[in-house]
């Protein structure tokens, strides 16, 4: 499963729950809203769904997190902060692409360096 943005979170809270998923990558994912909101100083999103309390049942999925270093949206610390709650760095792995922001320099990177294949020591 792949997830941008708010599709991050949706990609692992879909991930949460099935049994069939190889691997997971989110791009620039929306992984911890109540952290984020709390820290940007904006409203909660009550009702919703948090990821980061689906984190721990995902030990043992191959994943990686990608961030973008100059993304002022969801800053770097949501995937790092995501990836250290699943408890598995055997598996779960946080990536910053630095020359990255929220929407701007993805495409360059995956020309020139491409995905990371998550997958389990």
């Known amino acids: 499963l792949v997830g941008y ?9 879909l991930a949460a729950r099935r049994d069939d998923v190889d691997s997971v990558r989110t791009v620039a994912g929306y992984l911890d809203h109540v952290a984020l909101n709390k820290a940007k100083g904006v409203a909660p999103l009550w009702g919703s769904l948090d990821p980061i309390k689906e984190a721990a049942s995902l030990a043992g999925v191959p994943q990686v997190h990608y961030s973008g270093g100059r993304d002022k949206v969801i800053p770097r610390w949501v995937g790092t902060s995501f990836t250290k709650t699943v408890g598995d760095s055997a598996c779960a792995r946080a990536v910053t692409v630095d020359q990255a922001d929220h929407e701007f320099g993805w ?10 294949r998550p997958a389990c020591n």
């Open 5 to 13: 943005s708010g599709g991050g979170a949706v990609a692992i809270l």
């Open 107 to 116: 495409k360059e990177f995956w020309e020139t360096e491409g995905w990371t």
